[in-house]
């Protein structure tokens, strides 16, 4: 339960330079900057999140579609020539043979299957902890950075008098 808060800090630190320079230029309260920077880029890293998403889903889609397409005997000869050439006092033709390994093919499709949906299930269940640990983790952002000179000054007063003057700039 410590990950929100210090993803929080990590994004305070990151942004406070801008808040800080809107601040100066612009005459902006920071509180406002504050919440509307850390919005902006919780929204950035959603959509960040979701492409990547998208784009897992897209080509684990093209792969399937590709296994269904695909000839498998003429796949399996071609990887039976392969090994041959490189290979040549091995008898693969029966252990490459369309039937052998379409029997095998099928039990570790059914088994990969039972493992996505136990893996499935396990995230559907873990699904309220991930939305809490999101919002905790936008909030403290939020919260952090609003509040980030008065925390930095609180850690320079706890550090050794020779760091002080190095935190504070």
Do not use: H
């Amino acid at each position: 339960w410590l990950m929100p808060f210090v993803i929080g800090f990590i994004i305070a630190i990151a942004i406070d330079p801008l808040i800080r320079f809107l601040n100066r230029k612009l005459k902006i309260k920071r509180k406002f900057l504050s919440i509307v920077l850390v919005i902006i880029v919780w929204i950035i890293a959603s959509l960040f999140i979701y492409k990547l998403g998208e784009l897992l889903v897209e080509q684990a889609k093209n792969f399937l579609n590709y296994i269904v397409n695909t000839d498998i005997d003429k796949t399996l000869s071609g990887i039976a020539a392969w090994f041959d050439d490189i290979f040549p006092s091995l008898d693969l033709s029966e252990t490459l043979s369309s039937a052998n390994l379409i029997d095998k093919l099928s039990s570790a499709v059914v088994s990969y299957a039972e493992k996505l949906l136990t893996g499935l299930t396990s995230m559907i269940m873990q699904l309220p902890n991930i939305l809490i640990f999101i919002i905790v983790s936008v909030m403290s952002s939020i919260f952090i950075s609003i509040d980030f000179p008065m925390i930095k000054y609180f850690l320079s007063v706890q550090a050794p008098k020779g760091l002080r003057t190095d935190m504070r700039s």
